[in-house]
């Protein structure tokens, strides 16, 4: 019996079709010392699985998952602190730093997403974070956080070779990653999407309501029909039944790409380049997950696409009724780095490591590609959030 019902909540994924790119970072050495030759050959596969996919996982990347279900559990804890308490550390205002109750954001316009969020914007003192009620949050989420930096520098090392630039080209244009906000808008967000357990009084989807209607007849012919305002509003609110809840709207990244580590699979889905079709994206335990944002997309005149993803409610009881936590770390150039499309180079000759000391000479730049430089990282970010959490 449970046999059966395994496999009729068996679903296919893009892992289990193996159509999502797997990359080994295996051997890639640090930031600080790569090992060229490794480093390149990443950056050849990532550079491929961005163009052609938008997604990628990657495996063997450093980063201990003993630490990562450490501050799953300091956000559980956060989670269960009384209302009063997590509302001191509400996200506010044009500040993104802080804690994100559920359904304050509204990623596609419309539904709420059903998770706890918290948002980390800067590793340094002034940050406001949880101490008080939960020792050890900030030392052990400011670790994790580190780590994922080291990682997305390195990335941004390889994203660099694989374009055929300069070797720091990327990180010269993110040298302020977790330094705070005034500096960049990079972002280490914790989530928990609660198990969403129905009939129980206790979850937070918002049931539809019933509504009738009673008509006198002034006439000798009965008419059975609705009235069209009737019909008109019956549309209106099974429309908002549909979109009223969520475990995150459909939306593209705003930045260069993101790490994503989750622990479990909980309903993530992604259109991939040229496919108006959701494809659920499944779990492979250990690896991160990496997807292009809208920035980079800019930067590479769309031939890298930012990939559009959700997080549904799973039909799936087994996988609905269990919690999900996740690690999404938003790496975004620096606030006054202009975004204008790189002008790519012709030839793969300097698309060595061996090359990194070399300065690019930049082709004068046309007349169009400056004039579509009208805004920075900032400000695209800002308009982006106040689209995200419009009322």
Not at 10 to 23: G, Y
């Amino acid at each position: 019996m449970l046999k059966n019902k395994a496999c009729e909540e068996k679903v296919d994924t893009l892992l289990s079709k193996s159509q999502i790119p797997i990359i080994d970072l295996a051997h890639c050495g640090t930031e600080e010392c790569p090992i060229r030759s490794v480093v390149n050959r990443v950056g050849h596969q990532l550079h491929k699985a961005l163009s052609e996919k938008g997604i990628a996982l990657l495996v063997n990347h450093g980063i201990s998952e003993d630490k990562m279900k450490q501050v799953y559990g300091h956000l559980d804890d956060f989670c269960k602190l009384a209302d009063g308490t997590k509302e001191t550390y509400l996200r506010k205002g044009e500040t993104n730093h802080g804690y994100i109750k559920p359904g304050q954001e509204r990623f596609d316009g419309k539904s709420k997403d059903l998770r706890h969020t918290y948002n980390i914007c800067t590793l340094k003192q002034d940050g406001q974070l949880p101490d008080e009620p939960l020792p050890g949050f900030r030392e052990h989420v400011s670790d994790l956080a580190t780590d994922f930096k080291r990682l997305s520098a390195l990335l941004l090392q390889a994203l660099a070779a694989g374009m055929e630039l300069p070797y720091g080209y990327f990180l010269e244009k993110h040298r302020h990653i977790l330094d705070g906000e005034g500096e960049n808008q990079s972002t280490f967000r914790l989530l928990y999407y609660p198990p969403l357990i129905e009939d129980d009084g206790k979850n937070e989807l918002l049931r539809g309501t019933c509504k009738y209607s009673q008509q006198r007849c002034t006439k000798d012919e009965i008419d059975l029909s609705l009235p069209e305002d009737y019909r008109a509003k019956a549309r209106e609110l099974e429309d908002e039944d549909e979109q009223q809840v969520t475990r995150c709207g459909a939306h593209c990244d705003y930045g260069t790409f993101t790490l994503l580590a989750q622990d479990s699979e909980g309903g993530l889905e992604v259109k991939l380049p040229g496919t108006d079709r959701w494809k659920r994206v499944g779990h492979l335990p250990g690896a991160i997950l990496i997807n292009a944002g809208e920035l980079l997309s800019t930067w590479t005149g769309e031939k890298i696409g930012a990939l559009e993803h959700r997080v549904i409610i799973p039909q799936e009881e087994t996988i609905r009724t269990r919690g999900r936590h996740s690690l999404a770390f938003f790496v975004h150039p620096d606030n006054c780095i202009s975004i204008a499309p790189i002008d790519l180079p012709a030839s793969s000759s300097s698309n060595s490591l061996d090359s990194d000391e070399k300065k690019s000479k930049g082709r004068k730049k046309s007349f169009k590609t400056a004039k579509s430089k009208i805004y920075n990282a900032y400000q695209h970010v800002q308009r982006r959030f106040k689209e995200t959490y419009a009322s």
